[in-house]
């Protein structure tokens, strides 16, 4: 059975076919294609209380754990930068965010033997839906990095990007860098630092994302810590722009380092021996 023209109109197929068809108007109008571009591209943006909407919040009570946590629009607190602050990085500015917060539990329930661990919570974006273009995915492979206006509790979180790939449930995750927990700052990392994982194991081979292809971004909180937990994200968007790249954010390695160093992902896990499978917590 076919839907009707105006099933898909109430859907906000036309709308998303319109949008496409625009954006990929103006990438054919301005030879996008042709040259690295050098603005931003927004892929998730809390400038509007209707924002959230977009993202799914999950955590392990989905499956009978104790674990809370919601995600909340909080309004801008603009100085004279305005909401474009959110990409410039007026410090002194708070912009429309998402509230990501809860408490973590590590309590498993009682009527569910099977289940041997919990503590987690994250949230991500919802599939974008389809078009007449076809399925809606974010094709961000002109860009090498990624960077997050955050504003941290300093607990570790991770960030998820899932792609359309071979294997639906891999993730290329990396950590959240927060270099001062308690105010905004703008943190990034360069695509070619995710990490390919699937239930919580790396991958191997660690095939390059496929960026064309993004399905899905998110932040989880895996750290399995009990208690409370607070984190505020303006935007997220893909770049050329490497911004302040620091050595302890976990994708700078010194030539001298001992081989086969993490980073902070050494702070997450210690090394594993020799024949253990290596894990990350997801």
């Known amino acids: 059975m076919h839907a009707s023209p105006i099933r898909l109109a109430n859907s906000g197929f036309w709308r998303r076919s319109i949008d496409e068809f625009r954006r990929q108007a103006t990438i054919a109008v301005r030879m996008?294609?042709?040259?690295?571009?050098n603005k931003p591209f927004p892929m998730m943006t809390f400038d509007h209380a209707d924002s959230i909407e977009r993202c799914k919040?999950?955590?392990d009570n989905d499956m009978g754990g104790f674990s809370k946590a919601s995600l909340a629009w909080n309004d801008a607190h603009i100085g004279s930068g305005g909401q474009d602050s959110i990409l410039k990085g007026n410090d002194g500015d708070q912009p429309a965010h998402a509230l990501f917060k809860g408490s973590i539990s590590n309590e498993l329930p009682p009527n569910k033997p099977s289940i041997?661990?919990?503590?987690y919570a994250a949230f991500r974006t919802r599939d974008r839906g389809v078009s007449l273009f076809g399925k809606l995915l974010w094709d961000i492979d002109p860009y090498s990095f990624l960077s997050l206006r955050i504003n941290s509790d300093g607990r570790k979180y991770f960030i998820n990007i899932q792609t359309e790939s071979i294997v639906p449930t891999d993730l290329h995750q990396h950590l959240l860098p927060s270099f001062t927990p308690g105010q905004w700052e703008t943190v990034?990392?360069?695509f070619s630092a995710f990490v390919r994982t699937n239930y919580g194991l790396v991958v191997e081979p660690q095939k390059e994302m496929l960026r064309q292809k993004v399905r899905s971004v998110g932040v989880g909180l895996i750290d399995r810590v009990p208690g409370p937990f607070e984190l505020r994200v303006a935007g997220l968007w893909a770049t050329n722009s490497a911004g302040e790249r620091r050595g302890e954010s976990g994708f700078e390695v010194d030539e001298d380092e001992e081989e086969g160093g993490r980073g902070l992902m050494d702070e997450v896990e210690p090394r594993r021996k020799k024949g253990e499978p290596e894990r990350i917590l997801i």
């Open 188 to 190: 990034t990392i360069p």
């Open 57 to 59: 919040v999950m955590s």
């Open 32 to 37: 996008e294609g042709l040259h690295r571009p």
């Open 116 to 119: 041997q661990r919990s503590g």
